[in-house]
């Protein structure tokens, strides 16, 4: 009798911890919640993070490429995953579009989605394994332990189309991003520190070269980086998708040296180089370049805001079996 009481019991409680995890409901009404899986895959952490952690030793520069993709993802309509979708019947993926242009590593992507299909099925949505491996990616660089929710469910839909209209521009001025960030709940402190993820990575020579037109009013380069630029975009036409430069001194490491070198005039993009000069932006800039505890806190929480507006939950969209396409197309 006793046993079957404590069965009972034990039956009970985790019916209702599973109701719990089902519950669309969540923190600051995104309906995501911390540890979202703790139940129904509780592993899934895990075998993100060593994935990525194992593909990352044959590609160092993964991290940055994966924190572009988050961006990318979250950028339209939320990040549900359509920047995973290819090319069918009934769409044309996001990245046909020429903003995402050397948009890589989503294999990286499915690899961690094969590894987590293996152990839980149809449990994990691509939409939280893009933005757990952008977590991880920041962590693994030295950059902060992001908290981040999880819960969201991938879109049905995607094009290439909605890619064009939302991603911004290489040229994008620092008044474009604000407009851009608010939209998603960030405040200008909070834009300039989202912006910090241009600490990792490289821009390729055609994203940047409208700073060389001698008809562009925006901001001077210190000389030196100018002349180390136009040397290296000088490189034969076949070559000039190819070619790229480094974001940040440091462009391996997760840091604040990205807001040193703009108060530096080594700003590459339009964007990064009127970050120290426009008086909203300036003195958040002058901030994380000082302080890196200040940049690391500030950017946790643009990143928990960018990676948690608009996006499915509950019974809306699905959870994709494979990242590549939808379950069922209509
Ligand atoms: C809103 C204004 C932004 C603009 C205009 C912008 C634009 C760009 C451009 C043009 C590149 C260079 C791509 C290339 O040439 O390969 C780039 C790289 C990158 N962006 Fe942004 N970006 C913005 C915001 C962000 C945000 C919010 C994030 C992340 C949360 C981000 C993360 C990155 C990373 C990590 C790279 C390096 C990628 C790599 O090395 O593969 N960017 N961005």
């Known amino acids: 009798m006793l046993a079957i009481l404590l069965m009972l019991s034990l039956l009970g ?41 194992r593909n990352r030793m044959s590609d160092p520069t993964a991290p940055a490429a994966l924190l572009r993709v988050v961006f990318h993802d979250c950028q339209v309509e939320g990040c549900d995953a359509s920047i995973l979708l290819e090319t069918s019947s009934a769409m044309t993926a996001e990245t046909v579009s020429e903003k995402n242009f ?7 992507i499915h690899d961690i989605k094969a590894a987590i299909e293996k152990e839980c099925p149809g449990i994990v949505s691509c939409a939280d394994i893009i933005v757990m491996a952008a977590r991880d990616a920041i962590a693994m660089s030295g950059g902060p332990q992001i908290p981040i929710e999880t819960g969201r469910r991938d879109t049905l839909f995607a094009s290439n189309l909605n890619a064009d209209e939302a991603l911004p521009p290489p040229t994008l001025t620092v008044s474009e991003m604000l407009d851009t ?24 020579c055609l994203n940047f070269i409208n700073r060389f037109d001698p008809q562009d009013n925006g901001p001077q380069m210190s000389p030196f980086f100018s002349t180390a630029l136009r ?55 002058d901030l994380f370049a000082l302080n890196q505890l200040l940049f690391f ?8 805001k960018l990676t948690s507006f608009n996006v499915l939950t509950g019974s809306d969209g699905e959870i994709r079996r494979d990242c590549r396409a939808v379950n069922r197309e209509p």
Do not use: W
């Open 13 to 53: 409680s985790l019916s209702f911890a599973n109701a719990q995890e089902s519950s669309s409901g969540g923190d600051g009404g995104s309906g995501l919640k911390h540890k979202f899986y703790a139940l129904s895959c509780p592993q899934a952490e895990d075998i993100a993070r060593r994935t990525l952690q």
């Open 102 to 108: 050397s948009i890589r590593r989503l294999d990286y």
């Open 181 to 204: 960030l608010a939209e998603k709940g960030l405040d200008i402190e909070e834009s300039v520190a989202i912006l910090g993820a241009h600490t990792l990575g490289v821009g390729h």
């Open 231 to 285: 040397v290296l975009c000088q490189s034969p036409p076949s070559m000039s998708n190819a070619t790229f430069a480094p974001n940040d001194l440091t462009n391996f490491m997760f840091d604040n040296q990205y807001f040193r070198d703009l108060q530096g005039q080594r700003g590459l993009l339009t964007v990064d180089a009127e970050l120290p000069i426009d008086p909203r932006t300036k003195k958040h800039v």
């Open 297 to 304: 806190a500030k950017f946790s929480d643009a990143f928990v």
